[in-house]
């Protein structure tokens, strides 16, 4: 289990991989560049950047612009966020700003105010979501031609 990174969001979409931890009561004035796991409980005013996934805790308040992987947000943000993959706001979470996400999901109970654009990344690995036309699997098979064209 530890430092396991087989599966990116466990039960009810929470992360299962933090490599590190602001703590309650931690105050951060500054910005954060990280290529590991990013956990915040505490507050940190300032832009946080990381290649791999970072999570809002409930108590987590934070203003800031935010490009990730992926993010979790159960806390507060103030500010604009990117993620190459998933966003998830859970009921707890409260993001006052934009969205830029490959996927999104936002819980009930949450509060969002701002804008939003969705769009799948086709480079972003694992979690990017390939779009196909209505049909475009019956024509890669050929189940769309008649069978005298189809088996020959």
Request: aromatic letters at 4%; hydrophobic letters at 35%.
């Amino acid at each position: 289990m530890f430092g396991s990174k087989k599966r990116l969001f466990g039960a009810r979409g929470k992360p299962v991989h933090v490599e590190t931890l602001i703590g309650k009561g931690t105050v951060i004035e500054g910005k954060i560049v990280s290529e590991a796991g990013l956990r915040v409980e505490g507050h940190v005013r300032g832009d946080i950047e990381s290649t791999g996934d970072v999570s809002i805790g409930e108590q987590g308040v934070v203003h800031s612009n935010i490009v990730a992987r992926n993010l979790y947000a159960a806390g507060t943000i103030h500010g604009s966020v990117k993620t190459e993959g998933r966003l998830v706001l859970a009921e707890s979470g409260k993001l006052f700003g934009t969205i830029d996400a490959g996927l999104l999901n936002i819980a009930e109970g949450a509060l969002f105010q701002g804008s939003s654009k969705m769009e799948p990344r086709p480079a972003g690995g694992k979690d990017a979501i390939p779009i196909k036309a209505k049909g475009e699997n019956a024509k890669e098979s050929g189940k769309d031609k008649p069978e005298s064209q189809a088996a020959g």
